[in-house]
């Protein structure tokens, strides 16, 4: 006798893997030099996608397009002409974009300072990277998206825009706020038209030199307080961002839109 459990467990999980198939999906994956965008663009080759990676660091992009296969483009994201002539380039060589992942950001370098030490460069560069970008790339990709009646545009934003953030780095926090409020209003704007736009809000990550020298200037006490206050006891892992871009990107998402998810292990 057929068990009827697990037919429809079988089921449900054919049905989750074809879910989380990519195939021949032309895609982009932005901050891919390093972290969490290399993480993202692995999950995406490794499941059928056509990657194209972007960033402006030329020796680790290298990197991650021998690693993954992707296809790699240098550029500055905050130059909207770059972004907009890279875009087209792609899709006259590739095809249509479909799948959009926005993970260029950082704090260029910074730490926290108070604020009467900042400077209007030190102000505007952490926008540059974390919210031009985004809005540069989510205007080039966009409306090709919506005259084809379908697309996925994720970005990766932070728990810093949803609260203050640990670093005390006033205009990342800034930015990333704004990132959020860019994510509803696309959303309002593009799902109409079969789009979704979704932000993913990572907790504390290992996924870089910048997060690993934070890490290390907590100390040993301090560290165990982090890992205190998350409900899973652990860091997280550039891998764990990545599974939550790919249900994003993914066909069974298609009625979530205009959401910030946070991966944080229960942080927040």
């Known amino acids: 006798m057929v068990d009827p459990i697990v037919i429809t467990r079988n089921l449900q999980q054919t049905v989750g893997n074809m879910a989380l198939e990519f195939s021949n999906r032309v895609t982009i994956v932005t901050g891919a030099a390093q972290g969490i965008g290399r993480a993202i663009a692995q999950s995406l080759v490794d499941r059928g996608a056509a990657v194209h990676v972007l960033d ?3 020796a680790g992009l290298a990197e991650t397009a021998s690693s993954t296969g992707a296809v790699s483009h240098v550029l500055d994201l905050s130059d909207r002409a770059s972004v907009s002539s890279v875009v087209a380039d792609i899709e006259r060589s590739t095809g249509p974009i479909e799948i959009l992942v926005n993970a260029a950001g950082g704090v260029r370098g910074q730490v926290g300072r108070p604020i009467q030490q900042i400077d209007e460069a030190d102000w505007r560069v952490i926008f540059q990277a974390n919210l031009d970008s ?3 790339l989510a205007q080039a990709v966009g409306p090709r998206m919506m005259e084809r009646g379908r697309g996925r545009i994720i970005f990766i934003a932070s728990g810093a825009g949803l609260r203050p953030s640990k670093t005390g780095i006033q205009a990342y926090t800034a930015a990333k706020h704004g990132l959020v409020g860019l994510t509803k209003q696309l959303s309002w704007e593009f799902a109409p038209k079969g789009v979704t736009v979704n932000s993913v ?4 990550i290992l996924s870089n030199p910048t997060t690993l020298k934070q890490w290390e200037s907590y100390g040993p006490e301090g560290q ?3 890992i205190e206050g998350i409900h899973t006891r652990r860091l997280g ?3 764990d961002i990545a599974a ?6 993914g066909d069974t998402a298609s009625w979530i839109s205009g959401q910030t998810i946070s991966v944080d292990g229960g942080g927040s």
């Open 134 to 136: 985004a809005f540069w």
């Open 224 to 226: 165990a307080r982090l």
């Open 237 to 239: 892992t550039a891998e």
């Open 56 to 58: 402006i660091d030329e």
């Open 201 to 204: 809000a990572p907790g504390f």
């Open 244 to 249: 939550a871009v790919l249900f994003l990107a």
